[in-house]
T-cell receptor, first 111, second 112 residues
Framework: QKEVEQDPGPLSVPEGAIVSLNCTYSNSAFQYFMWYRQYSRKGPELLMYTYSSGNKEDGRFTAQVDKSSKYISLFIRDSQPSDSATYLC???????????FGKGTRLHILP | DTGVSQDPRHKITKRGQNVTFRCDPISEHNRLYWYRQTLGQGPEFLTYFQNEAQLEKSRLLSDRFSAERPKGSFSTLEIQRTEQGDSAMYLCALQGSTYEQYFGPGTRLTVT
């Protein structure tokens, strides 16, 4: 079993829809949770960075962490074609530790 | 702008050749990380530096790989005797002021 599981997709949704992206993990030591967005042939771009359980909102993006279920989510409201990218969940045990990534979910927003 | 540049952006080399990549932070950062990303996978940790000291190396970093950060600023990653399995995106990341990691644009290596 991999430490971080993420459905690779692709996930196609119409413009304006709410997108839900999810990851599960097995290592209960993870405390820091991140979501990165990666466009083709570019480096990952940090979207959300959260500590422990709870919700965090930033504009159209909401990150949720449920440590009891070892489950994290990213919601994108009012999705736009420019949101089409690969979304990588990531996590670490200590705040300055190496990051463990999921495989990424390819998202397509259809105009 | 993530504050880090990588050079070259794309490198094509023949199997058996040596290659070197460079990561240049725009400003001072204590921690610098290297990751490798193959097609369809998330980035995987290779190694990291605290200033000029290399503190951890992944098992992915075989003895053909070496990384340096001589003055605690820029870093280089060298691969000797490249193999086709080394084809990947090599990513450099810097630790921000609140411990998040910001990635550079990456160097895409193709070994023919």
């Amino acid at each position: 079993q991999k430490e971080v599981e993420q459905d690779p997709g692709p996930l196609s949704v119409p413009e304006g829809a709410i997108v839900s992206l999810n990851c599960t993990y097995s290592n209960s030591a993870f405390q820091y949770f991140m979501w990165y967005r990666q466009y083709s042939r570019k480096g990952p771009e940090l979207l959300m960075y959260t500590y422990s359980s709870g919700n965090k909102e930033d504009g159209r993006f909401t990150a949720q962490v449920d440590k009891s279920s070892k489950y994290i989510s990213l919601f994108i409201r009012d999705s736009q074609p420019s949101d089409s990218a690969t979304y990588l969940c990531a996590m670490s045990g200590e705040r300055d530790d190496k990051i463990i990534f999921g495989k990424g979910t390819r998202l397509h927003i259809l105009p | 702008d993530t504050g880090v540049s990588q050079d070259p952006r794309h490198k094509i080399t023949k199997r058996g050749q040596n290659v070197t990549f460079r990561c240049d932070p725009i400003s001072e950062h204590n921690r610098l990380y290297w990751y490798r990303q193959t097609l369809g996978q998330g980035p995987e940790f290779l190694t990291y530096f605290q200033n000029e000291a290399q503190l951890e190396k992944s098992r992915l970093l075989s003895d053909r790989f070496s990384a340096e950060r001589p003055k605690g600023s820029f870093s280089t990653l060298e691969i000797q005797r490249t193999e086709q399995g080394d084809s990947a995106m090599y990513l450099c990341a810097l630790q921000g002021s609140t411990y998040e990691q910001y990635f550079g644009p990456g160097t895409r290596l193709t070994v023919t």
